[in-house]
């Protein structure tokens, strides 16, 4: 037998490397689901919030006071006086 070189060490691959096989199982596959699982989620959450972000700029910068005048406007035909108008008109 050939003895070992004081420099090489113990170079035995098990030995060397036991502890990273050990992470080679089951749970590490399952944690990487559960840790994908968690990205999506945070990533979905963040594409609503930016979403809904977008939306609220666009509707500050580019249209201004505009779409709460359209909704304004868009409620007249529901109040009160509108409709003492109409009746008041139909009865001309």
């Not at 080679?24 to 979905?44: K, N, W």
């Not at 201004?64 to 003492?84: D, H, I, N, Y």
Request: one cysteine or more; proline letters at 4%; aromatic letters at 6%.
């Amino acid at each position: 037998m050939c003895a070992r070189r004081a420099d090489q060490g113990d170079r035995n691959p098990r030995r060397l490397h036991g502890r990273r096989r050990g992470l080679a199982g089951p749970a590490p596959e399952g944690l990487r689901q559960t840790s994908a699982r968690l990205f999506r989620r945070l990533q979905s959450q963040y594409a609503q919030r930016r979403a809904a972000w977008l939306a609220q700029w666009l509707e500050n910068e580019l249209l201004g006071g505009l779409l709460g005048e359209l909704r304004q406007g868009a409620e007249v035909p529901a109040s009160r006086e509108f409709v003492k108008v109409e009746e008041c008109l139909a009865a001309f």
